[in-house]
C-alpha cells in the first residue's frame, strides 16, 4: 500500500479526531447546537490551515489550540446572548481538557482490556447496553429480569470497570 501525501494524512487525522474534537468544544460552551457550529468552524480554519499541518507533530493539540480560538471568537459573537463563562474560564477549561485529552487513548485501551476480563454474562451486559445501546426495559425483558434489577447489575459492572482501569493506569504509570 502507497505512503499517504500529507494532504491524505490529514484529512485521516481530522477524521479520525472528530469526536474528540466535539467533546473538547462541547466541554468548554456545554451547548450542543453552538458546539455543532463551532466544530464546523474549526474544521473550516484546520483546511485553510492544512499548509502548517506538520505530519511529525501529534495533530491533536494544534487542533486544540485551533478549537480553543474558534471557541473563544464564537463566545465574543455571542456576548449579547447573555453568555455565562468568560473568556479566562475558558482558557482555564480548555488547558485541563487538553491535558485529559493526552490521556484518553490510555483508558480507552485499559477499558478494552478490562472489559475482555469480564465474565461472559457481564461483558454481554456492557455489550447491550452501551454498544447497542438497548434500554434497561429491553435488557430486562429479553433477560427475565427487572429494569431495577439489570440498573443495579450494571452499577456493580460499572465499579468493577472503574476500579480494573484505575489499577491497569496505576500499573503503567498513567494515573
Request: hydrophobic share 40%; aromatic share 6%.
Amino acid at each position: 500500500m502507497a505512503e499517504l501525501s500529507p494532504t491524505e494524512q490529514f484529512i485521516q487525522l481530522l477524521t479520525e479526531n472528530q469526536n474528540r474534537l466535539y467533546g473538547y468544544i462541547f466541554s468548554l460552551i456545554g451547548e450542543r447546537s453552538h458546539t455543532a457550529d463551532v466544530l464546523q468552524e474549526t474544521n473550516l480554519v484546520l483546511w485553510r490551515k492544512i499548509d502548517q499541518f506538520d505530519p511529525r507533530r501529534p495533530f491533536l493539540p494544534w487542533a486544540f489550540s485551533i478549537a480553543r480560538f474558534q471557541v473563544l471568537a464564537n463566545l465574543r459573537d455571542r456576548k449579547r446572548d447573555r453568555v455565562l463563562l468568560n473568556s479566562e474560564l475558558i482558557e482555564s477549561m480548555s488547558s485541563e481538557a487538553e491535558s485529559m485529552a493526552g490521556q484518553i487513548d490510555g483508558i480507552r485501551e485499559a477499558l478494552s482490556r478490562c472489559v475482555q476480563q469480564l465474565n461472559s454474562a457481564n461483558r454481554q451486559l456492557i455489550q447491550r447496553r452501551y454498544f447497542e445501546a438497548e434500554s434497561l426495559d429491553e435488557i430486562a425483558e429479553t433477560s427475565n429480569r427487572t429494569a431495577g434489577a439489570i440498573k443495579v447489575a450494571l452499577l456493580r459492572v460499572r465499579k468493577q470497570l472503574a476500579q480494573c482501569i484505575q489499577h491497569r493506569l496505576a500499573a503503567e504509570g498513567n494515573a
